[in-house]
């Protein structure tokens, strides 16, 4: 039979360590979190070899007496929490009491400390576990706290460990996020005695956020808060133009604790919704201050994650914030030249390398931008295929053809409520939504996109049959004719889908298509949706379905070539949290094939439509998937491209 017997509490504080201390990065968040919660004001972190051979963090805090030297590295013990119900008063970083105990398990510890009211520090030295005494020692006021070989014991967990430049990146996330959250205190940062940062109690979080991701990020960010009852939101997000292709650059902090949580992020997520490509991030730092007893943090290990009372409310809240901010700030981008100095000079390895590839990121996309008024990179660029013949055979816009044309009046008009809509009209998904429901602040609060000249209608050349360049109040402004039209038709069929007024056109003969039998499935799932959208289905045996009637907008495409779109989405798609998201991406791709294409030579009148319509959509800065609609070039940046200041 196997025998039960209790755990050796060295074999414990083992079992403890590997759960909290996964490489030097998790030493240097201990340690620097038990600086913050000693309230010091100066914090010098100091690694070596990527914080295998050396983590060293010396703060000026209240300290620790002699007496407790050997109680602080013992387990499970700390000056933080006193009874079960502090749990939920939880003020400090910390409160297990096992970060100590577990890092000396695993290393040669060495803690220095030295309080306000003695005048000779002391010291304890723990190796493996095993503590080698405390004796007096110099040191001023304050604790340094060194952790020498990390994992020695513990062969394994050494042999997971990366490359010195990778384990430095990650000692340098764990520094960025605790000094993001405590931009009040003075910070430094060395290895192998370079300085990587230095980070004075002066420089404000925008100082910060500049220091580590760059001066171009630090500059397109715009500044968020709100209230909601007890809890508060404060922080800066990214413009569209700076988003990311992971979401590692969403820092969000809880009563200055870094924390992840996924609802947020998806919240996040939905308020650039139509704002960002798919598969794009946007870059964010927010934070959160609430009552320690609206959460819960006592629910992981390193305490990364925590649960919320209300995170519906919460969730709720970041959207909305988001969301109003968004309505009344310009997005369109501006071009802007580049900066003269390097700011990788400054820089060592970890941070850096991200740095760089922001930079790559940065003159890439303006060389793509850049790119639309030379005709050499324009015209690298693949034409997008034509669903029918050739500019003479095409037919004239079809914008032209609305036989309700728009008109400011009814952009601001309130939408009749839909039977698909939420209960909570705050997650409603579509950005679009929100712009026509607050329509007015465009017009009172914030921009219109790129006004024209006062008394001259915006006009415009076609260049390359893909842009249209026009003279605006502002510089210049070039348009992607694709992605206007298909935004403007967005706009109108969203309109009409919400209205339940969609034309449709019945076919004389019903065409069947076949499909596969899980995509027949799914079609005829969403017969009702599929009718909202003007396309009616049939089950026709099999996967066989007839399309019996189609929207009059897509009359240049044929029925089988729409429907396969429409099913592509509808599988894709399955994963889109409600029928609103599917509605809208259903309203995308429709919108995407029915409007003109890059390669479309337009005639004047129809360049002239395309620039009347454009003032009446809310959002025309970017069309339906993402990608902005138009680039300003301000009249300022090209004086200074061509040194006129
Ligand atoms: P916890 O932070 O969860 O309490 P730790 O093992 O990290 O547990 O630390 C144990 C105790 O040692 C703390 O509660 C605190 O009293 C003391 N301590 C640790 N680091 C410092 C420091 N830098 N300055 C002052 N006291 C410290
Ligand atoms: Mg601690």
Known sequence: MPRIHALSQSLINKIAAGEVIERPASVVKELMENAVDAGATRIDVAVAAGGVDLVRVADNGCGIEADQLELAVASHATSKIQEADDLFRVGTLGFRGEALASIAEISRLVIRSRTAETSGGWQVEVAGGQSQGVAPCGCPVGTTVEVHNLFFNTPVRRKFLRSTQTELGHVSEAFTRIALAAPATHFTLQHNDRTLFELSASSGPLERIATFFGRDLADNLVWVESSDGAIRLSGYVALPTHSRSNNRMQYLFLNRRHIRDRSLQHALGEAYRGLLLTGRFPVAFLALE???????????????????????????????????????????????????????????????????????????????SWGAL?????????????????????????????????NAADAAEEEPPAPWDLPDEQRASSMASAAATAGESFSTAGFPPSPALPGRPLQALQIHNRYLVAESQEGVVVIDQHALHERILYEHLRKRVLAGAVESQALLVPEPLDLAPAEAASV?????????????????????????????????????????????????????????DMLDELLHMISCKAAIKAGDRLTPEEIAALLAERHLIDDAHHCPHGRPTALVFTREELDKQFKRI
């Open 290 to 368: 609430m009552p320690a007893d609206l959460v819960d943090v006592n629910v992981h290990p390193t305490k990364l994650e925590v649960r919320f009372q209300d995170g519906g409310r919460l969730y709720s809240q970041v959207l909305s914030t988001l969301r109003t901010k968004f309505l009344s700030t310009n997005l369109t981008p501006h071009v802007a030249a580049p900066a003269d100095e390097d700011p990788t000079g400054a820089l060592d390895s970890g941070r850096a390398a991200e740095v760089r590839q922001e930079l790559v990121d940065w003159a890439k996309g303006k060389v793509a």
């Open 374 to 406: 030379s005709s050499s990179s324009a015209s690298e660029l693949p034409a997008a295929p034509r669903p029918f013949g050739d500019a003479q055979e095409r037919r004239p816009l079809e914008l032209i053809r609305l036989d309700r044309p728009w």
């Open 524 to 580: 005829l799932e969403h017969r009702e949706l599929l009718a909202k959208l003007g396309m009616k289905v049939e089950p026709f045996g099999g996967g066989t379905v007839l399309v019996s009637s189609y929207p009059a907008m897509l009359a240049n495409i044929s029925p089988g070539e729409v429907l396969r779109g429409l099913v592509d989405t509808l599988l894709s798609g399955a994963k889109l949290p409600d029928r609103r």
